[in-house]
């Protein structure tokens, strides 16, 4: 069982976790459709280090972990803060009002 | 007949050729390479020799034969799928495994058993009773039964109604079976390389060599290999496991994620259990070899992984549930655990047929259920890569699917993995 | 074989003073406390153990540790107990394994002659012409093969699991480990110590060290008593270690109780398996190692025969020499396979005693006693070349031949950390070369075998791990320079017979010539060779055939060893029973508040995912008009069903409309505050994943619920995506909180009216989709006007310790209007009536909104939801399918099952996910997938049911009760 070191709550067994698959960047509202096809359906499937969203089930908490996909070991952990740093805005269709 | 031994009793030297020669250098150029010597890769070998004359053919395995998924599955052959692309498919595939001893002439333990898919929550009834309407719709030969009838069928099972998810009813699968895996990949290998096909094992492909890539595929040319480069007409992938890294060597992206699927085995025993048992609510598939092991596994693992380890929450999950089922296996003892590599895709159908790049081919996406595919996949992509069209067995399975959001349906009925 | 006990000091494991009577095969014996299965059969003079696997040939102790599946036996309902490890107690009836009539006559034993019609892989050779023909020999094989039996009737026993911790976990108890141990627990580590046997010492305890023979104990008893007087130092004996998982989480085996060990380091100091030597018929009883000859006369007291012949390559076999002669067994002579004399002191010492030493040469064969069960003479050859001897032999009279061939590491824990071993061609030995972080390695397992060498490498694993645990350590204890390594193994100890018998391993009855043959045949990879032989598959997991077939293959194939490698060694180490896996069953369970009242009713209970929920009230024989009543109630007067397993999420904050507005598909920004809405949930593939209602109590909070099996999901899909929009609102999952009931019917005001004093009730004050906080008496509650059943309606949602009080509080109020409480069979009717869904039922896992036909639920006036862009991708599709509501063309058909297939021109189009016959209605309704094309109202299409036979069905578009939904808004 591998430890996972969670920001929030320290050094876990792995199975307190949800695994949440690659963080991936949504592309921009007005993207083609073959962008929205990669970011929605696709894989990268990443043999190597990969960063992660996890889910600290009893805690309900999301973290992000670089984890090496072919060593099966996890390199870093921190919150998702890090990374998401801003409140994210979708602008409204130009032809819609605003609320 | 066992007639067929007297040659070995009989004969003052071992009477068996080599069935896979190893050829000492790869040639400069091939009609066709073939990634991946397990199952699929070598059945599509045979049938490309066999049906169509094909063997200017090299397969290509980064390790032995069938040393990857082919050999490390739970061996269950069935064709209870959930949607008519499924149910149509594997019924091919169970129809070519009837035939493959006598193909072969080797034996690879064909066993049918009977498969009861149980179901302890009445959504899965409803499940049942779906795929078993659409698998008779098929003339597939499915029915929907219940415990008084699962007790005729498999006197083994624990039906009681005070454990805490009993059992409710059950998807009876009458052409259910297993089959020894190995014997499988070494059937096509043999049969492959007799009729000139080369296998070259322990042959690593590094990278795909195309031409015209200018925002579109292009066309593949040859593939480099750890052993030297070589042209090529076509190419097809066969890698479960590494799909996603052999893909994109041809930039080539899928909606696969790479998943160990663990699985185990006791020490032998006498006989006792020929049904093959699967439950979805509980984690749970069990059957009993000819040897006389019992081979089990579960669900899939909970994180993607490129690895092969093993680890101590699966067995006892699922021997916490195997005893559920099975009370009386308390003192039975497990002798090998181990793990395969899964191409998990979202609608837990595989991905077959042409890719945006030309000349260049792809079957993946085989889950948790590849092994039982091998025929079909080895005879329609033979079929494909000769006459250049997409057999309508394997169209549904293309990669454009998902680009369009077009998903299959499969994913009801694949609640536990094997 | 005859044999007898010997006194002390020998058989240092036995209680003398406890005699045990136990049952063999139908006979009854008797041993000492302490003694194991085997060596008490010895002791009686029963060396016959089981029968083989294929051959079904007489097998008997082979390693005395475990280490081969020649010791196997059944107990009772326990398959294949390995009987040179577990101990006899009083009573125990142990029976042989895989015998067809008796041990001493097996009929499947006429199988040995047969053997050369049976070469490698036979099974794959034949059996399948004709066609078809597989499956009745399938049946014979099967018989023949497998080992234990398994008993249908036998009981679960109990097995339970236990957490342990450590900063150094050390696996192995013999010098190594316990100087690890020891090195480690000095700088204040706290060490667990783990020993497979029941005591302290390894091959201290069984080996010859000395021509005295004095050493092994007395190093073995001042290393234990310090160890047990460490406080630092816990020491677990008769424990298993049988596996290394990640992060040093280690299986721990005791008994029925499965040990999970958490440590900061781990010390592998597992010693090593001692290797067979091969000649023809090294397999017969009487062939045994030299350490398997030394455990059973120092552990047992068991003289292992009378006259013995002594095949070695390393100092160990004159050890043994000298400890067969203590013991009384004539030593006929010692055959070492090496030319040149290289043993000192205890080589001296069996010459000493007059024992003729035969260099160069070797046991060629062992001539067999009539029927196999022991061995007559050994034939003593000169060894002329790699594999080979002169024809020419001596025949030595013996009842024992004891091995003594070198050893392969028990690398099993660091195959499964990672670690690498390579073939050292000098020592003829697989060595570690790589270790991975905090893992190391002392004693025989590393190759080391000179006991100062081997203590002070102890030392040094246990130095190091206790650095690796965050200990403060001094200077690294230094490691001798001679380790040992040479004349241990003998590079080839492999003799084949040209009339075969050599066996190679002993579980699966493979032979030289096996391995030979799978190679020219083509399977010449050693994978590839294990699979198709099944050579190192059995039982033992090539313990003893995984070196000598490597090296087979190696040659035949003209590469080195290390070039052909090793197959992998998996988990566990050593068989372990399912049950101690599964331990005790933790299955959790929900119950809600008023859990114990539907019992009190006579609910029949049902699963729902954790949750236990009525499925009715009333008998099972009953069920029909258990439901009806059920539903009539809340159609014509006012009926109550717990709905607390519904998910409860709290969402707060400035930014909670916003929030919802990403999460659902509708609106909520201009929701009025007591008002609620519904909530469908769909994800990024635009599948429909869930639904409930979201209601507004303040402009930044609402209260949302969620089904029953997906308010977890629900919860951590709502935070994982405000960790990437960081909105400034917080979402709780209050599922636990509340507990909920729906008061529902036209009588449901009347009801509520007794018990509510603070909430205005009528239909203007407190319309349709509206929600209030009141008292309900006494009680804080929040009342949400809807209606899933189609009739007037409250969703009420208390605090979860009020539940009860709740329940019967509305009971109460309710009796005099005749109130009924009901269950999800009725409520599965109701909603059908008003044609609402159930996600999960009438949607499956690629179901979108527009095949729902829920575009009802979609806001198209806002910039994202999850799902939206991949939804505008399927209206552009177009549809391929579309839920619709149908009643029956003919009333007098049978109704459809659900799942039942809708068919057009023979071709799968859609099938039913609902039918219930409606009792208000007088027909049968249902929902049902269909083609496009076909979702018109009034539109026929075909239901293929129950046995082949299709009806015909109608399009009709729900609700099919109170289509003008008059009643809900009462």
Known sequence: ?99 | MVFALLKYGLSRHYPARHQFPRPRELKPSYDLVIIGGGGHGLATAYYLARDWGITNVAVLDKGYLAGGNTGRNTAIIRSNYLTPEGVQFYDESIRLYKDLSNDFDLNILYSERGHLTLAHTDAAIRTMRWRAEVNKHFGVDSELVFPAEIAKLCPQLNLSDKVRYPVLGALYHVPGAIARHDAVAWGYGAGAATRGVEIHQRTEVTGILREGVNGTGGRVTGVVTDRGTIKCGKVIQAVAGASSLVAAMVGLKLPIRTIPLQACVSQPLKPFLDKIIVSGSLHVYISQSSRGELVMGGSTDPYSLYGTRSTLDFKEGLMMHMLELFPYLAEVKLLRQWAGMTDMTPDFAPIMGETPVENYYIDAGWGTWGFKATPVCGKRNAEMLATGKVPELIAPFSHRRFLEFKQLGEKGAASVGH | ?970
């Open chain 3, 1 to 970: 074989m005859t044999t007898s006990r010997l006194p002390a000091p020998a058989g240092a494991l036995l209680d003398r003073a406890k005699p045990i009577t136990f049952g063999f095969d139908g006979r009854s014996y008797t041993g000492f406390e302490g003694d194991t299965i085997a060596s008490a059969l010895a002791a009686n003079g029963v060396g016959v153990l089981s029968r083989s696997f294929k051959y079904h040939r007489p097998r008997a102790v082979l390693s005395a540790a475990g280490h081969d599946a020649n010791a196997l036996v059944q107990i009772g309902a326990e398959p294949s107990v390995p009987a040179d490890r577990r101990r006899i107690e009083p009573g125990l009836s142990v029976t042989p394994q895989n015998v067809f009539g008796s041990l001493a006559h097996d009929r499947a034993a006429v199988i040995d002659s047969l053997g050369r019609f049976l070469p490698v892989g036979f099974y794959y050779k034949t059996f399948f012409r004709p066609k078809g023909s597989w499956k009745h020999w399938e049946k014979l094989i099967r018989a023949l093969a497998g080992l234990g039996k398994v008993d249908l009737a036998a009981p679960h026993g109990y097995h339970d699991k236990q957490y342990l911790f450590a900063d150094v976990a050390v696996v192995g108890g013999g010098a190594a480990g316990m100087a690890a141990a020891l090195e480690a627990a000095e700088v204040g580590a706290e060490v667990v110590l783990i020993e497979e046997n029941p005591r302290l010492g390894g091959a201290l305890g069984y080996a010859r060290f000395d021509p005295e023979g004095g050493h092994g104990a007395s190093l073995m008893a001042e290393l234990a008593a310090k160890v047990e007087a460490h406080t630092g130092i816990t020491v677990m004996l008769d424990a298993t270690c049988n596996g290394w998982f990640a992060d040093h989480y280690l299986p721990v085996i005791r008994g029925t109780r499965l040990h999970k060990l958490r440590a900061r380091s781990v010390v592998v100091a597992t010693g090593s398996y001692e290797q067979p030597l091969v000649f023809r018929n090294n397999d017969l009883p009487g062939v045994m190692y030299s350490s398997a000859a030394q455990r059973l006369i120092r552990h047992y007291g068991v003289r292992p025969g009378t006259r013995a012949v002594v095949a070695t390559a390393n100092g160990d076999g004159y050890g043994a020499a000298l400890d067969l002669l203590e013991a009384g067994v004539e030593v006929a002579c010692v055959a070492d396979l090496r030319p040149e004399r290289s043993d000192g002191a205890l080589a001296d010492a069996v010459a000493d005693r007059g024992v003729p030493i035969v260099r160069g040469a070797t046991v060629t064969e062992a001539v067999p006693q009539r029927g196999l069960v022991g061995i007559e003479a050994a034939r003593v050859a000169r060894i002329t070349g790699q594999g080979l001897t002169t024809a020419l032999d001596d025949r030595f009279a013996c009842d024992l031949i004891v091995t003594a061939i070198g050893y392969n590491p028990t690398t099993n824990l660091i195959h499964h950390a990672g670690g690498r071993v390579s073939y050292n061609e000098e020592t003829a030995m697989f060595e570690v070369t790589w270790l991975p972080e905090t893992l190391h390695a002392a004693g025989s397992v590393t190759g080391t075998f000179a006991l100062d060498a081997v203590i002070g490498e102890g030392r040094r694993a246990g130095w190091s791990a206790a650095r690796d645990a965050g200990f403060k350590v001094g200077a690294a204890p230094a490691v001798p320079n001679d380790r040992g390594q040479r004349g241990v193994n003998h590079p080839w100890p492999i003799f084949p017979h040209p009339k075969g018998r050599d066996f190679i391993d002993f579980d699966e009855d493979i032979q030289v010539h096996d391995i030979l043959d799978a190679i020219q045949e083509g399977y010449d990879d050693i994978e590839l060779m294990k699979r198709f032989s099944t050579c190192g598959m059995g039982p033992s997991q090539g313990r003893h055939s995984s070196l000598n077939s490597v090296r087979l293959t190696a040659r035949a194939t003209g590469r080195t060893v290390d070039e052909t490698g090793t197959t992998t060694s998996r988990p566990p180490y050593a068989q372990e029973s399912f049950g101690v896996l599964a331990g005790r069953s933790f299955e959790p369970e929900r119950l809600t508040p008023m859990h114990h009242r539907h019992v009190e009713a006579g609910a029949r209970m049902m699963v729902a995912g954790q949750w236990y929920r009525p499925e009715y009230y009333g008998p099972a024989a009953t069920r029909a008009e258990n439901i009806r009543r059920e539903v009539m109630a809340v159609r014509e007067a006012v009926g109550l069903i717990d709905v607390s397993t519904l998910g409860g999420l709290e969402v707060c904050g400035p930014d909670a409309a916003e929030f919802l507005n990403r999460i659902y598909t509708f609106a909520y920004a201009k929701q009025p505050v007591g008002r609620a809405r519904y909530a469908l949930m769909t994800d990024q593939a635009g599948v429909v994943v869930d639904d409930g209602v979201a209601c507004r109590f303040h402009d930044h909070h609402f209260y949302v619920t969620a089904t029953t099996s997906g308010a977890a999901a629900v919860y951590q899909r709502m935070l994982f995506w405000n960790a990437q929009w960081r909105l400034q609102v917080n979402v709780t999952n209050v599922t636990a909180s509340w507990a909920a009931v729906n008061l529902a019917g036209p009588k449901a005001r009347m009801v509520l009216a007794k018990i509510c004093a603070d909430v205005e009730l009528s239909a203007e004050a407190f319309p349709y989709m509206e929600v209030r906080q009141g008292n309900l008496a006494g009680i804080p509650a929040r009342i949400i006007r809807i209606g899933f059943v189609g009739e007037l309606g409250y969703e009420i949602h208390v605090p979860s310790s009020q539940g009860e009080a709740l329940w019967d509080a509305l009971m109460a109020a309710g009796q005099e209007h005749g109130i009924v409480p009901f269950g999800i069979e009725a409520q599965r009717l109701l909603r059908l009536e008003k044609g609402h869904i159930i996600i999960g039922q009438d949607t499956d896992g690629v179901t979108h909104v527009f095949e729902a036909d829920m575009a009802w639920a979609i806001s198209r006036n806002k910039p994202y939801f999850v799902g939206k862009r991949t939804l505008a991708i399927h209206e552009k599709n177009g549809l391929t399918r579309k839920l619709v509501g149908f009643t029956l063309k003919n009333p007098a058909d049978p109704a459809p099952k659900e799942s039942h297939l809708v068919i057009r021109d023979g071709q799968i189009v859609g099938r039913t996910t609902s039918v219930n016959g409606s009792f208000v209605l007088g027909k049968v309704i249902g929902l049902a997938y269909v083609a496009p094309d076909q979702a018109e109202p009034g539109t026929t299409f075909q239901i293929r049911i129950e046995g082949g036979r299709m009806i015909e069905a109608v399009v009709e578009k729900p609700p099919f009760y109170d289509p003008g939904n008059k009643r809900q808004e009462l």
């Open chain 1, 1 to 99: 069982m591998k430890i996972l070191n969670c920001p929030l709550n320290g050094p876990r067994n792995i199975s307190e976790f949800v695994w949440g698959g690659e963080v991936r960047t949504h592309p921009a509202l007005d993207c083609s459709d073959a962008e929205w096809a990669d970011y929605a359906a696709l894989e990268n499937n990443t043999a190597g280090v990969v960063r992660e969203w996890w889910y600290h089930v009893p805690t309900a908490y999301w973290i992000i972990a670089e984890r090496d996909t072919v060593k099966d070991v996890i390199v870093r952990t921190y919150p998702a803060r890090e990374l998401f740093k801003d409140r994210v805005v979708f602008e409204a269709p130009a032809k819609q009002e605003g609320r």
